[in-house]
């Protein structure tokens, strides 16, 4: 009975993750919001299927799948959705364009973003979600490289290998973003995002947490 529950979850899950692919239905406009909450159920569904069926095989496909769900949202978050205010400009030569973007959304001043947006908001002239949303959320978004990683890859495990592994993918993000003219070039990013990285990796290296992660993925 389990085994059927759990191969039923899979159908569900497999439903809202592909709702996340779909932008609308006739006249019906999916938001980024929803179109993200609906693949995190889908995962959430998809974990609980494989509890029921408890098969090792099968939740090291979740790990997987889970992961190259992972990757598909940090790009659409960072690089496709309007969630951020991502464009679609790329190819475009306009000289103007490319001047303003090069002078207000490159910054190479590392904790220049990050000073920046805290005195706007001391001052009042930023509110504290937005403030949140690109400082904290720059960190969080980053950690679970530090689930996935290390449980895919072994010599992810060591460290340095993860942190240079991490650097390049966030890296290869920015430039991305230089390219395609989709949010802002910033060494800050960088900053944030490979600090986040490594909080988890050091949070996820300790053996109880690793344990219980392990207990409760597996």
């Known amino acids: 009975?389990?085994?059927k529950?759990?191969?039923?979850?899979?159908i569900i899950a497999f439903i809202f993750i592909v709702l996340f692919f779909?932008?609308?239905?006739?006249?019906?406009?999916?938001?980024?919001l929803l179109r993200i909450s609906s693949l995190v159920v889908g995962t959430i569904i998809m974990w609980i299927g494989a509890k029921l069926i408890n098969n090792d095989k099968l939740k090291r496909i979740n790990m997987i799948i889970w992961f190259v769900l992972y990757i598909i949202l940090l790009i659409s978050l960072t690089l496709?959705?309007?969630?951020?205010?991502?464009?679609?400009?790329?190819?475009?030569?306009?000289?103007?364009?490319?001047?303003?973007?090069?002078?207000?959304?490159?910054?190479?001043?590392p904790f220049k973003m990050i000073s920046d947006f805290i005195k706007a908001y001391l001052n009042g002239n930023l509110s504290l979600k937005y403030l949140l949303t690109n400082i904290v959320g720059n960190i969080v978004m980053f950690i679970p490289f530090a689930l996935f990683?290390?449980?895919?890859?072994?010599k992810q495990k060591k460290f340095g290998i993860f942190f240079i592994t991490v650097s390049l993918i966030i890296i290869?993000?920015?430039?991305?973003?230089?390219?395609?003219?989709?949010?802002?070039?910033?060494?800050?990013?960088?900053?944030l995002n490979i600090g986040g990285a490594s909080i988890g990796f050091i949070a996820f290296n300790n053996k109880k947490i690793n344990k219980?992660?392990?207990?409760?993925?597996?």
Do not use: W
């Open 172 to 191: 290869s993000i920015e430039l991305l973003q230089l390219i395609t003219f989709s949010g802002t070039c910033d060494i800050d990013d960088y900053i």
């Open 80 to 109: 496709l959705d309007d969630l951020f205010y991502r464009g679609n400009k790329v190819l475009i030569f306009d000289q103007k364009f490319l001047h303003y973007y090069l002078k207000y959304y490159v910054n190479l001043h």
């Open 22 to 32: 779909i932008k609308s239905i006739g006249t019906f406009y999916f938001t980024a």
């Open 149 to 154: 990683l290390p449980r895919l890859f072994k």
């Open 5 to 10: 529950i759990g191969i039923f979850c899979y």
């Open 212 to 218: 219980y992660i392990d207990k409760l993925l597996y």
């Open 1 to 3: 009975m389990k085994k």
